[in-house]
């Protein structure tokens, strides 16, 4: 999945929040449900959308469904964004440089 793609899934607060959870390892979907506060269906309906995109992998474990984070479209999308980290890091030192030397005072005219 492209990273325009990934970021436009990532994109709903939701979906971030269940990733957040999933960091901590594998989680059933009623786990999800009461720390999110959502419904059912709601995390159901986002975990899909999260499981098209590769963010998340489930498997079966008797009635139960438990789910994990796939890093994967994370480490595309981290190498995605490289290029414009190094864009800020250029500015930021040059803007760093630029207030390290010594500031000129205008003088003042005489009346």
């Known amino acids: 999945m492209p990273a325009s793609a990934t970021i436009e899934v990532l994109a709903e607060p939701r979906r971030r929040q269940i990733l957040d959870v999933l960091r901590a390892g594998e989680q059933p979907v009623h786990v999800l449900v009461a720390q999110l506060g959502l419904s059912q269906p709601a995390v159901s309906k986002h975990l899909r959308v ?62």
């Open 50 to 111: 999260l499981r098209d995109a590769g963010l998340v992998a489930v498997r079966p474990d008797g009635q139960r469904r438990l789910y994990r984070l796939r890093a994967d479209p994370l480490i595309e999308l981290d190498e995605w964004l490289e290029p414009y980290r190094q864009l800020w890091r250029v500015s930021l030192d040059k803007l760093e440089a630029h207030l390290a030397e010594p500031q000129i005072q205008p003088r003042r005219k005489p009346r």
